[in-house]
């Protein structure tokens, strides 16, 4: 595998994990206020597009 292979592997592992943290969170119905969806669009979203690129 190359390099750049293995860092979008981990990179989706590293994604995985803040969205559990989120889902965590918001135990036991995992609903999502305002601010919580913003900061997923903003974290979440931004990071996995870098790394599709």
Do not use: C, N
């Not at 981990?10 to 559990?20: A, E, H, N, P």
């Not at 305002?34 to 974290?43: G, L």
């Amino acid at each position: 595998m190359s390099k750049r292979s293995v860092d979008a592997v981990f990179q989706g592992l590293y994604l995985l994990t803040d969205i559990r943290g989120m889902l965590r969170d918001t135990v036991p119905h995992h609903q999502l206020s305002v601010e919580q969806k913003k900061e997923a669009e903003k974290r979440l979203l931004h990071k996995h597009k870098k790394s599709l690129i």
